[in-house]
């Protein structure tokens, strides 16, 4: 009774802060349009700053919103060695806060639910046989939004330490990635199109590649299954004759 209670209590709590969120168009204040007057806010908290930071990037996390503008303001505001430093770590404290919330309240209904799913099922077995490469395969080319993928991997019965590790190697690229844009912001080197074209570049790439990998799979599969179900025939034709 207890955990159902904290279910509908995390499900209303995110649902409100994602409502306000939009409703009050506070994505405005995280744009890169603004990116100087967030500098201003933040540095008013002085010496607590990058406290704020980790808890915006693990707020944002359980509410399944983006984070991306925190790594390119951390560039922004210190530079491409400490404010990769305050990225990575926040980060890393985000992914882990939201895979372990999402374990902790709905992992068993999912299971109970969904296991015995086609898709599902072969997801997890995917994940038991090469469990930390394909947290990373899907954190660098993140077809599916992080955060989604963070309340993802809780669902499934993948080790906390494979995911873990696996997410940090996969987001430590594209992290060190925004850092730098907000470094070049800075340096006033780049405005916010010249931001906007770069990610619709890099996201395009990414498309691109991930399509050309799944394809791969997909005509492996096929071919896989054909040469299969040659040899059965073969096999049978055998014993018939």
């Known amino acids: 009774m207890k955990k159902h209670i904290e279910k509908i209590i995390a499900v209303v709590l995110i649902a409100s802060a994602i409502i306000c969120f939009y409703i009050f168009r506070l994505d405005r204040y995280f744009s890169y349009e603004n990116i100087s007057q967030v500098k201003e806010l933040i540095l008013r908290f002085g010496v607590f700053a990058p406290l704020i930071f980790y808890i915006l990037y693990i707020v944002f996390n359980l509410i399944i919103l983006p984070t991306m503008f925190f790594n ?9 060695g400490w404010g ?28 109970r639910k969904f296991a015995s799913n086609k898709i599902v ?16 395969f899907f954190r660098i080319f993140f077809i599916f939004p992080y955060n989604m993928q963070n309340v993802a991997y809780g669902l499934t019965t993948i080790a906390a330490k494979d995911y873990i590790i696996g997410s940090i190697i996969g987001v430590a690229p594209i992290t060190l990635g925004h850092v730098l844009i907000g470094v070049l912001i800075e340096r006033a080197a780049m405005d916010s199109s010249s931001v906007k074209n770069v990610m619709m570049w890099v996201g395009l790439i990414i498309a691109i590649v991930a399509s050309i990998f799944f394809t791969s799979l997909l005509v492996k599969k096929i071919f896989n299954k054909n040469n299969d179900t040659v040899s059965n025939d073969t096999a049978k034709e055998q014993i018939d004759g």
């Open 72 to 80: 390119i303001l951390a560039g922004y505001l210190y530079g491409i």
């Open 84 to 111: 990769y430093l305050l990225s990575i770590t926040g980060m890393s404290i985000g992914l882990v806060c939201s895979f372990f919330a999402a374990r902790y309240l709905f992992k068993d209904d999912f299971q």
């Open 121 to 136: 099922s072969q997801i997890e077995q995917y994940t038991h046989k090469h469990p930390m490469w394909t947290v990373i």
